[in-house]
């Protein structure tokens, strides 16, 4: 599993799907992708939360170079569902 946040540049996802390729030649591979949502009560509770138009460009490339992995499997958060839940959290402070 692999967190899209707002510090990752195209090398560092390029640098996923590199290491996706390594492994998925030793055993079969499934990837899930989630956004890094803040939470009240942790120590990133002052952290923002990437944006939904970052977040769909960084899963657009990342689905890309994936793709031409062969027989690896990959999921994504909705990056609406994670604003969503920042949202809501951020209105109970």
Sequence with gaps: MTLLQLSEDRDDIASISGLVKKVSKVIQV?????????KPGTPFESEN????????????????????????????????????????????N
């Design 30 to 38: 499934g990837v899930s992708v989630s956004i890094f949502v803040p």
């Design 49 to 92: 939360i990437i944006s939904e138009k970052d977040a769909r460009e960084k899963i657009q490339f990342l689905s890309s170079e994936i793709k031409k992995i062969k027989n690896v499997k990959i999921s994504f958060e909705s990056p609406r569902i994670a604003a969503l839940q920042y949202k809501l959290l951020s209105f109970d």
